[in-house]
Structure formats: C-alpha cells, structure tokens
C-alpha cells in the first residue's frame, strides 16, 4: 500500500511482527507475498458493526480457526523469546464456535482463555489486538516468574 501506513510505529511491534509472521507461515500458497503487514492481518478488525452482521449459525470455518491459531501460536513465541522455555498453545474449539485455549509452559498453565463465539472472532482495532496480546504475555511471564521451578519441568 502506501509507505505512510507501512511507517505506522504499531506495525513495527514484536506483537505485530509475530503476527504477520504465523499468519505468512499458514499461507502455504504464497497468498500474501507482497502484501504488507496491515494488508495480511486486515481480517482481524471486526469492528461492531461487522460482528452483528456475522451469523453464530453453522461451524467455523477454516479459515477463522487457522486465524485465531495464528493469534495464540504468536504469544506463544513472544513467552519463548521471552523466558527462553518453550512455550505450547493448544486450541479446541467445538463445531459451534466455543472452546478453550491454553498456553503451557512446561508443567505450567501460563495462559487459559474461554472462547467463545469464534466465528465473530476480531478486534475493533489492530491496536487493541496488540494489547490484547501484550496482556496475555505479560500475565504468562508474571505466572512464570512466579513458578519458574513448575514452568522448568
């Protein structure tokens, strides 16, 4: 797009680079080569508007559940890089849009969110998307800092 966009300091996050780079790793047709940053995670602002207008009816499709993934996969590798422990997100999500997300590290549960709803799943703003995920590493890195012994196993 225009570089005035590309030069938005919100783009150039490690939230926002983490998710630009899980959502090119799921695009294993090259869909989003060339594509700026806002451009690929575009999909992730729903705004209020948009959300009533998305029907609850029918089973998520592919598409939402590889998003959202890409959502957790990113804190994830943000509690990595972090702490240096590996960090797994693990998702269920029923065929009616509800269901859990957990981050592990080792032993430890750092982060458990209840989903629910998926198929209306965004963010009014990229910028509170990123908040949204800063919240959550700053939570599991707290929870890790205080059971460093549970998280090392």
Request: with cysteine.
């Amino acid at each position: 797009m225009n570089q005035a966009v590309e030069q938005d300091p919100l783009l150039t996050t490690d939230f926002i680079k983490e998710m630009v780079k899980q959502m090119r790793a799921i695009d294993s047709y090259g869909t989003y080569d060339g594509w700026p940053a806002d451009r690929i995670l575009a999909p992730y602002v729903v705004t209020k508007e948009q959300r009533r207008a998305i029907p609850v009816i029918g089973d998520p499709d592919e598409i939402m559940l590889s998003r959202i993934k890409a959502f957790y996969n990113a804190v994830s590798s943000l509690i990595e890089k972090e702490c240096g422990l590996m960090a797994v997100p693990s998702i269920n999500i029923t065929h009616e849009g509800f269901g859990r997300a957990l981050i592990t590290v080792g032993k430890l549960v750092v982060m458990d969110r209840t989903l629910r709803d998926v198929h209306r799943y965004g963010y009014e703003s990229l910028s509170k998307m990123k908040d949204e995920g800063d919240k959550l590493l700053s939570v599991a890195l707290e929870i890790i800092g205080k059971y460093p012994e549970v998280a090392g196993l």
